[in-house]
């Protein structure tokens, strides 16, 4: 099982980027697919989940109405569009696969991507 992550860069706050998570098949196909990301000094904390099934989503509150979270079955892949960005979204962001347990809880996923650095400058 194998997920890349990729599309972190520096980007001034407002501004936007998309990632992307690539996932082996045994990764996509029923599993949820999340996003976390960890500041530096600070925990890994849940951001976005998109389920397998219906592909619905969920949001950690301090990004709602500015990332979407969504993924392509052709492709395998899931993307984090972020939006309005702020400098307080500076942080690695990584994607996960296979939840047993709290969505919100880094502790439930058995694979994980190497993680993309994303710096938002004032």
């Known amino acids: 099982v194998q997920l890349q992550a990729s599309g972190g860069g520096l980007v001034q706050a407002g501004g936007s980027l998309r990632l992307s998570c690539a996932a082996s098949g045994s990764a996509f196909s029923r599993n949820n697919l999340a996003w976390f990301r960890q500041a530096p000094g600070k925990e890994r904390e849940f951001v976005a989940i998109i389920t397998w099934d219906r592909g619905s989503t969920r949001y950690i509150d301090s990004v709602k109405g500015r990332f979407i979270i969504s993924k392509d079955n052709t492709k395998n892949t899931v993307f984090l569009q972020m939006n309005s960005l702020k400098v307080e979204d500076t942080a690695v962001y990584y994607c996960?696969?296979?939840?047993?347990?709290?969505?919100?809880?880094?502790?439930?996923?058995?694979?994980w991507g190497q993680g993309t650095l994303v710096t938002v400058s004032s």
């Open positions: 996960a696969a296979q939840n047993n347990g709290p969505y919100t809880s880094a502790g439930s996923y058995a694979y």
